[in-house]
């Protein structure tokens, strides 16, 4: 029963979160009459003993007392005797355990929210430096047209931003203080529940004790965002892992982020983007599990939320090492830009670019001047050749009115360029848009 019950293994996380509810709880009571002054000044005093043993390392948590609750309020009453019996009055396990959770899944997705920003940071700086560095971009992974690295970069600096104000909403949801609401029905002692709300930083109490205890949607929402997040994450650390490939050989890792292999000497393994890859699949099953874990309890509490905690920590935990290992790796590449405009020369790239040509310039139909182009590149593929390669008696073959002016606009570097539509791949656009970044970034505090 014992080894079945007991939470305490894990939930001794909630230790500051839980003694800091517990004081705010006790000063409640004193200021509603509920228990004296000289008896709430003691259960404080006990209470920040205790904060200061765990803090030292020197409490000894135990299973016998199932969980952090009970462990405790177990050494409260070692220190100062019965009056420590008292701290409980009109509150419940429950009511206590949904706020301490609350308290500490709030402080958590503060952190995340600071490490969402740090690596938009990163990618925003990375994105300024290389605003002209041409690349392929790809759909399907197949060339598509020439982009720049830049442009590639800010395109997670704006994923990042939906995952930050999708972490930001779930937090003000989130704030509505559960205590007080005691095992399900409330109590029958005059509490104040807004004193304990404001002293907790929630924004109010919640309104309905039953959904008080039996609520955790804030710990879903949590981890739906994260789960987001940790997709956006894995997307980056595939390309980082085809970028570093010597196929595609865009950039490299250092040693510092790499490892080698122990039998192939010219191995540099991506290990770290791999490994952030992979944790997506966790923390996308974490909030699987907790989902079928609340799907289809009855009102009230029920034990079978005690499994709520495991799944949050071990994500958001994951999610921070992710958020952390990545804005390392975006720092630590070493971008190799010749390897990039070459292969963005590949592939006929600038096939688009032409097309737009016969329309702008020989004013033909976009869709027949998709077909011209169509014939040409056909034509090159035949010769082996890029599109830049083939000689003006060639394209004029497929198409008569073509003049050699067709040539300026078959460069990677050109094609690029022009794309100065608002959110377009152009330099232009790139710093700008990476500048208004750092800038936002620095001005929230947010670039570390
Ligand atoms: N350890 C429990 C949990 O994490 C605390 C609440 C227990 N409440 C109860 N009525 N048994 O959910």
Do not use: C
């Given at each position: 029963m014992e080894e079945i019950n007991a939470s305490i293994d894990f939930d001794k996380r909630l230790w500051r979160h839980d003694i800091e509810a517990s004081k705010a709880h006790v000063a409640m009571l004193a200021a509603t009459g509920i228990v004296s002054s000289a008896d709430a000044d003691e259960i404080t005093k006990g209470l920040d003993q205790i904060l200061a043993e765990i803090e030292a390392g020197d409490f000894k948590f135990t299973r016998a007392l199932e969980d952090i609750h009970l462990n405790v309020e177990h050494r409260l009453k070692e220190l100062i005797g019965p009056v420590a019996g008292k701290l409980h009055t009109a509150r419940s396990r429950n009511d206590q355990v949904a706020t301490d959770f609350k308290l500490y899944v709030r402080d958590e997705i503060a952190v995340i929210e600071a490490g969402l920003a740090a690596l938009q940071f990163a990618l925003a700086k990375l994105a300024l430096e290389e605003a002209a560095t041409v690349m392929p971009g790809f759909t399907h992974l197949q060339t598509a047209q020439p982009i720049t690295f830049g442009h590639h970069c800010l395109a997670y600096v704006e994923m990042l931003a939906r995952d930050?104000?999708?972490?930001?909403?779930?937090?003000?949801?989130?704030?509505?203080?559960?205590?007080?609401?005691?095992?399900?029905?409330?109590?029958?002692?005059?509490?104040?529940?807004?004193?304990?709300?404001?002293?907790?930083?929630?924004?109010?109490?919640?309104?309905?004790?039953?959904?008080?205890?039996?609520?955790?949607?804030?710990?879903?929402?949590?981890?739906?965002?994260?789960?987001?997040?940790?997709?956006?994450?894995?997307?980056?650390?595939?390309?980082?892992?085809?970028w570093t490939s010597p196929q595609f050989g865009f950039a490299r890792l250092s040693d510092a982020f790499s490892t080698g292999s122990s039998i192939m000497p010219q191995k540099r393994n991506p290990d770290a983007a791999e490994l952030v890859r992979a944790?997506?699949?966790?923390?996308?099953?974490?909030?699987?599990?907790?989902?079928?874990?609340?799907?289809?309890?009855?009102?009230?509490?029920?034990?079978?939320?005690?499994?709520?905690?495991?799944?949050?920590?071990?994500?958001?935990?994951?999610?921070?090492?992710?958020?952390?290992?990545?804005?390392?790796?975006?720092?630590?590449?070493?971008?190799?830009?010749?390897?990039?405009?070459?292969?963005?020369?590949?592939?006929?790239?600038?096939?688009?670019?032409?097309?737009?040509?016969?329309?702008?310039?020989?004013?033909?139909?976009?869709?027949?001047?998709?077909?011209?182009?169509?014939?040409?590149?056909?034509?090159?593929?035949?010769?082996?050749?890029?599109?830049?390669?083939?000689?003006?008696?060639?394209?004029?073959?497929?198409?008569?009115?073509?003049?050699?002016d067709v040539f300026s606009i078959l460069d990677p570097a050109r094609s690029a360029k022009s794309r100065k539509s608002q959110g377009g791949t152009a330099p232009a656009n790139v710093r700008r848009e990476a500048r208004r970044w750092i800038k936002r970034l620095e001005k929230d505090g947010l670039s570390r």
């Open positions: 930050r104000s999708r972490f930001h909403d779930a937090a003000k949801r989130l704030n509505e203080s559960p205590l007080g609401a005691a095992a399900l029905a409330g109590t029958s002692f005059p509490i104040d529940r807004n004193m304990t709300a404001k002293a907790l930083g929630f924004d109010r109490p919640t309104a309905n004790s039953l959904d008080s205890v039996s609520d955790r949607d804030f710990a879903l929402e949590t981890l739906a965002a994260a789960a987001i997040a940790a997709m956006h994450l894995s997307r980056l650390a595939e390309e980082i892992v085809l944790k997506s699949g966790r923390i996308a099953g974490a909030f699987q599990a907790l989902l079928m874990v609340m799907k289809g309890l009855p009102l009230a509490y029920a034990k079978d939320m005690q499994e709520d905690k495991e799944p949050v920590f071990d994500a958001l935990d994951a999610l921070k090492l992710g958020l952390a290992a990545m804005a390392g790796m975006v720092g630590d590449l070493d971008i190799d830009a010749k390897a990039m405009k070459k292969a963005a020369g590949r592939g006929y790239a600038t096939a688009t670019d032409l097309a737009d040509w016969l329309v702008q310039t020989l004013d033909m139909p976009f869709r027949e001047a998709h077909h011209v182009t169509g014939r040409i590149v056909a034509m090159a593929e035949e010769k082996n050749a890029d599109l830049k390669k083939l000689t003006l008696a060639e394209l004029q073959a497929v198409e008569p009115r073509i003049t050699q």
